[in-house]
Each structure stands twice: as C-alpha cells, then as structure tokens.
C-alpha cells in the first residue's frame, strides 16, 4: 500500500481481556517496528521484524505482549489479560533501509478501562 | 546503549522567531540520525535526516548539522510560524536497528 496502515484505530478494552492490534506495512519494506506511546511520555520500541523474524524483542514490557509477522507483511501485536497501564497509542513503522527513515502508521489507540 | 537527549520543553516562541531544538546523542558506532515531527492529532513524520559526521538535513526551513565532534544534531529554523507547532523528536538508529528516541520537545507558536 501507499501508506503504513493500522487497524483499529481506537480500541477500547475491559481489564483482563485480550486485544490485537494490526499493521500492514508498506509493500516491499522488510523491516516491521513497534512503538508504544504512552499519555505525555516518549517512544518506547517494543519489538522489531527483518521479515518473519525477531531479532530484537528486548522492548516487550511482559510476557503479555507478543507480535508476529506472517508472509513478511501483516504484522499483529497481541496484549493479553490488558491493565490500564496499558493504555497508550501504539504505532507501528516499517523501511526498507533505515537511512532512508521509518514510515509510520497513524497508530492505535488502546484504552483500557 | 545508545540515547538520545533533547532541550526539554515546551517550548513558546513568537512567529518569525529563531528555533533551536538541542539535540546530543550517545553511540557505541555511527548512527544515522533523525528528526521526527507530530502535529496535533497525527502521526509522526520524519522531517529531516542525516546519515554521516557533517552531514546537513534540510526540510520545509528546518535544518539539522550531524556534528560528530559534540556528538549533536540540533534543530535549526530561521523564521517559525504558527503551523510549526508540533511535537518534535530527535532519534538515531544504529544499522538496521531500532529507532532510538528523545523524550520529544512540544513547541508552540504564538501568532
């Protein structure tokens, strides 16, 4: 596509229920990020994909996060059991070459109540 | 590991002022760096760029200066205006690393 696409683009949970977050990544990019941007904070990197793989997933604040990519495209970002200190927008990036800069998609906003 | 750190904000300034974000970094190699910007309401864009030691990045009047020396990438504009206002983010990455980012700096225009 055109663009990095992020579905939904607001999401809003009960605690403890399960919520997965979708990315569609420019065509061709192999490269897949995810961000997390909390109320008033930073960027926090979650998770990065070179095609289906993860080589860094170091940004993963718990075991109730997880990601996959499939077929070097789609990527979906899974939080299971969510808190409310899980409510951020979270935003996914994609490149072919990081020189040339990231794309990101308008983001997801999670809010958990 | 790599950080970056950016002039805390928010920064107000008046339009057709000077802008200058400060930027430094730490790295353990040669990053390529970056400013990113987010206007209210949207998603981050990446602004400018620079990929080497002495390198410029320019966009839209902002430039940035890949200093190797002082280990900074400090934003640049001559003459803001009101549609500047945004957020704006400094970040490095390292090869075909992360994205590593400043905490952002808000800056505000006032006509």
């Known amino acids: 596509g055109a663009g990095v696409s992020q579905s939904p683009s607001n999401k809003v949970t009960e605690k403890g229920k399960d919520v997965e977050l979708r990315c569609d990544p420019i065509?061709?990019?192999?490269?897949l990020y995810w961000y997390r941007q909390s109320l008033g904070q930073g960027l926090e990197f979650l998770i990065y994909?070179?095609?289906?793989?993860?080589?860094?997933k170091s940004g993963l604040p718990s075991d109730r996060f997880s990601a996959e990519r499939t077929g070097g495209s789609v990527s979906t970002l899974t939080i299971q059991r969510t808190q409310q200190e899980d409510s951020a927008v979270y935003l996914c990036?994609?490149?072919?070459?990081?020189?040339?800069?990231?794309?990101f998609g308008s983001g997801t906003r999670l809010t958990v109540v | 590991g790599d950080s970056v750190t950016q002039m805390e904000g928010p920064v107000t300034l008046s339009e057709e002022a000077f802008l200058t974000i400060n930027c430094t970094y730490t790295?353990?190699?040669?990053?390529?760096l970056f400013w990113y910007v987010q206007y209210p309401g949207e998603g981050l864009q990446l602004l400018l760029k620079?990929?080497?030691?002495?390198d410029k990045g320019s966009n839209k009047g902002f430039e940035a200066t890949y200093r190797k020396e002082t280990t900074s990438f400090h934003l640049e504009k001559g003459s803001v205006q009101v549609s500047d206002s945004a957020v704006y983010f400094c970040a490095l990455s390292e090869g075909a690393q992360k994205l590593v980012f400043g905490q952002g700096t808000r800056l505000t225009i006032n006509p």
């Open positions: 994909f070179q095609g289906n793989s993860a080589p860094d």
């Open positions: 990036a994609s490149s072919s070459t990081v020189t040339y800069g990231y794309t």
């Open positions: 790295a353990t190699g040669y990053p390529s």
């Open positions: 065509s061709g990019h192999t490269a």
């Open positions: 620079a990929t080497k030691a002495d």
